[in-house]
């Protein structure tokens, strides 16, 4: 049995921050590996910025280099959209894995919008890692109003595979200000050295185009 930590998102781009959470939220939980869930698009994110599947999938690869991370875009491959389709469809492809949602509290912010938040609750744990500015809207959100009752102490973070879901820690993380929203300002071309890149999935050993 492989422990893997799954985190979703549009990486556009993926940058130190998320590998930082990923090493900490490994560390943390005893896992084997984390993937990234390089989305092909994200329901609640407009279109307009955001950089070619396989520039963001090739730029999340070379982040995470040298570290227990695999960048995916299984998501592409599987045809899901919404993460509760996704999660399902790992569990099935994957029989012999045990699965634990990561996400920072910027998501848990709205995480009331996913489509059937509810349902990713009850298929797996989450773990929740501290984001600066955004603790106190998080564990007031409206979905931590019902999620607060399965809140496990961090204590017992490398004892989730026994959790029954819902189950939710929540982890102090030190805080990275870093942002994949500030290094668009930055540069809005990012991507453009990775237009040609050829990418094979880690995953599905399929070509990402």
């Not at 106190?136 to 979905?143: I, Q």
């Not at 805080?175 to 540069?187: C, E, F, I, V």
Request: glycine letters at 8%; a positive charge.
């Amino acid at each position: 049995m492989k422990k893997i930590g799954l985190l979703g998102g549009s990486f556009n781009p993926a940058h130190g921050g998320h590998r930082a959470i990923s090493l900490f939220a490994a560390k943390a939980l005893g896992l084997n590996e984390v993937w990234w869930l390089v989305s092909p698009g994200n329901p609640l994110k407009p279109r307009i910025g955001m950089a070619p599947l396989p520039a963001r999938l090739a730029h999340a690869r070379q982040v995470a280099r040298r570290a227990p991370i695999r960048a995916t875009a299984i998501e592409a491959t599987l045809g899901t959209r919404y993460t509760v389709d996704t999660l399902r469809a790992l569990a099935r492809r994957y029989p012999g894995n045990r699965f634990i949602w990561l996400m920072g509290a910027d998501n848990l912010v709205q995480f009331g919008e996913w489509r059937n938040w509810r349902g990713i609750a009850r298929q797996m744990p989450i773990a929740v890692i501290a984001r600066p500015g955004y603790d106190s809207d998080a564990y007031g959100s409206a979905a931590m109003s019902w999620l607060r009752r399965f809140v496990r102490s961090p204590r017992q973070s490398a004892d989730w595979t026994n959790w029954r879901p819902p189950a939710l820690v929540l982890l102090r993380f030190r805080p990275d200000p870093r942002s994949a929203t500030l290094l668009r300002q930055a540069d809005p071309l990012w991507h453009r050295e990775y237009e040609r890149a050829c990418v094979r999935d880690p995953l599905t050993r399929r070509l990402v185009i």
